[in-house]
């Protein structure tokens, strides 16, 4: 069974532009959670998606946004970036909610120039 | 509100030795509680899952163990190997809500 897959892996931007990152779960996975990882923060959660609604939502300013597919793919959107942006943004994946086992994916690194 | 704690943030042990690594919550109200392990500039690998109903996991040379009372998680790690070389991290569930809430991560580093 193939993993979380999530693309790209690197992306360069700068201030300013906005972007798009793309997160598969595995196969059958139905929850999908975003998390953002920086040297100084650590891991926090950005926000979770089931059956195509944000059922959770951490604590991140309404520049970050996500949404789901029919598919259970999703994708998150950062506008307006800033340079503390600059993070590896993970995506994990769950069987029914996000309290279960959560496998990740490689992450995206985003750098902001 | 939920913090999780790691302690120590380093530890380095030379090859073969059983270890112990800490992870303490302040809020007893968890769902689950995960542990990962991160290598370099990659994703986050699930190692064990203990729910909250739970006393201990094991998985090969690891297992954990969960006392809620406590608020602590252990993972123990036996005979360890060069490559067991990561940072390790713990994640709750709150009860409410089903996001991760994660320590720091301890960084271990096993010298052949």
């Known amino acids: 069974k193939a993993g979380v897959t999530q693309t790209p892996r690197y992306l360069i931007k700068t201030r300013g532009q906005q972007v798009t990152l793309s997160c598969s779960p595995i196969s059958g996975h139905r929850s999908v959670s975003w998390y953002q990882q920086t040297p100084g923060q650590g891991l926090q959660f950005l926000f979770e998606y089931f059956s195509e609604t944000q059922r959770n939502k951490g604590n991140f300013p309404g520049r970050f946004s996500g949404r789901q597919f029919s598919n259970s793919r999703s994708e998150m959107n950062v506008s307006t970036l800033e340079l503390g942006d600059s993070a590896l943004y993970l995506c994990?994946?769950?069987?029914?909610?996000?309290?279960?086992?959560?496998?990740f994916g490689p992450g995206t690194r985003l750098t902001v120039l | 509100k939920q913090e999780v704690t790691q302690i120590p943030a380093a530890l380095s042990v030379p090859e073969g030795e059983n270890l112990v690594l800490n992870c303490s919550f302040t809020d007893s109200a968890i769902y689950n509680l995960q542990w990962f392990r991160q290598d370099p500039g990659k994703g986050l690998t699930s190692l064990l899952l203990?729910?909250?109903s739970q006393r201990e996991q094991t998985s090969g040379r690891l297992n954990a163990s969960l006392d809620k009372s406590s608020g602590r998680s252990t993972l123990y790690i036996a005979a360890s190997q060069p490559g067991d070389s990561a940072t390790y991290l713990c994640?709750?569930?709150?009860?409410?809500?089903?996001?991760?809430?994660w320590g720091a991560g301890t960084k271990l580093i096993i010298k052949p």
């Open positions: 994990a994946s769950s069987l029914e909610t996000s309290g279960l086992e959560q496998f």
């Open positions: 994640a709750v569930t709150r009860g409410s809500n089903y996001q991760l809430i």
């Open positions: 203990i729910q909250s």
